[in-house]
């Protein structure tokens, strides 16, 4: 989770698609799926979506 909150912080956004890359899937070969239940990965896939609707709004 640090890494998606240290890439916030840097970048400001987040896509999706960076979750299933390294060094997200360095931890494990499946992304998100093989830390979090399909709930959690539900609710942060929802969550990137309104830091980057947010964003564009501002």
Known sequence: MN???NHL???GVMSAALLYESPFTD???QGPEGVFSTVQVDALLT???RVREAALAA
């Open 9 to 11: 912080t840097e970048h």
């Open 27 to 29: 931890l494990t070969p």
């Open 47 to 49: 969550i990137l979506d």
């Open 3 to 5: 890494l998606i909150v």
